[in-house]
């Protein structure tokens, strides 16, 4: 059994940039959810995608998207990006009838500078 | 305020020593979950708890569900070094998830 994978695994980027974070979910889930984790907090809910539609959105701006791929696979993607979106950036698979039980990636650690 | 406050943020004990964290809410939840966070992972889910008033052991940790499904609490017995992480409660509530903020656990030997 595959675990979450997540790539890449640390990003630097500008102010302003655009950044796109990947995450492959693990086998047999269909559900995956992203997050967002600042340093010394939980994780705050992002969105979560099921049958490639977003179903389900935590309080981001709409300058962070989502696509979820044939194979379950998911992009996060952020425009515009502030120097307040640096943070470590997670994402859970699970399966769509069990939605408590969510596997976590080791997550992308996202700078804005 | 968050939707589910966890305390205390912080503790540093001696190896052998026990602890409870706690997780409480103002709302309902029809399931509660535990997970532990090393440094640079994601958070690793420990237990679910779904009936109120339940009570799961998993090993040294012990884990029970408020009756009334508004709280939950996460008791170790002789925390060793190796129980040093980030502990976070979450649960699905209208559709999202919520997080605690965690409470950050120091076992020294």
């Known amino acids: 059994e595959t675990g979450v994978t997540q790539s890449p695994t640390h990003l630097i980027k500008t102010r302003g940039q655009q950044v796109t974070l990947r995450c492959s979910s693990q086998?047999?889930?269909?559900?995956v959810s992203w997050y967002q984790q600042a340093l010394g907090q939980g994780p705050q809910f992002i969105f979560q995608?099921?049958?490639?539609?977003?179903?389900g959105r935590g309080n981001f701006p709409p300058r962070f998207s989502g696509l979820q791929f044939p194979n379950y696979s998911s992009e996060l993607n952020v425009n515009a990006l502030e120097l307040d979106d640096s943070a470590l950036y997670l994402c859970?698979?699970?399966?769509?009838?069990?939605?408590?039980?969510?596997?976590f990636g080791p997550g992308t650690r996202l700078t804005v500078t | 305020t968050q939707l589910l406050e966890q305390s205390p943020q912080f503790l540093s004990i001696q190896e052998g020593e026990n602890l409870t964290v706690y997780c409480n809410s103002s709302?309902?939840?029809?399931?509660l979950q535990w997970y532990r966070q090393e440094p640079g992972e994601g958070p690793v889910l420990l237990v679910t708890?779904?009936?109120?008033?339940e009570v799961k052991k998993l090993k040294r940790l012990t884990f029970q569900f408020g009756d009334a499904r508004k709280d939950s609490s996460l008791h170790i017995t002789a925390a060793q070094p190796g129980d040093t992480g980030l502990y976070l409660c979450?649960?699905?509530?209208?559709?999202?998830?919520?997080f605690g903020s965690g409470t950050k656990l120091n076992v020294k030997p």
């Open positions: 859970a698979s699970s399966l769509w009838d069990k939605p408590y039980e969510q596997y």
């Open positions: 979450a649960g699905l509530f209208l559709g999202k998830f919520y």
């Open positions: 709302s309902v939840f029809s399931s």
């Open positions: 995608y099921y049958r490639e539609e977003e179903n």
């Open positions: 708890v779904v009936t109120g008033g």
């Open positions: 086998s047999g889930h269909n559900t």
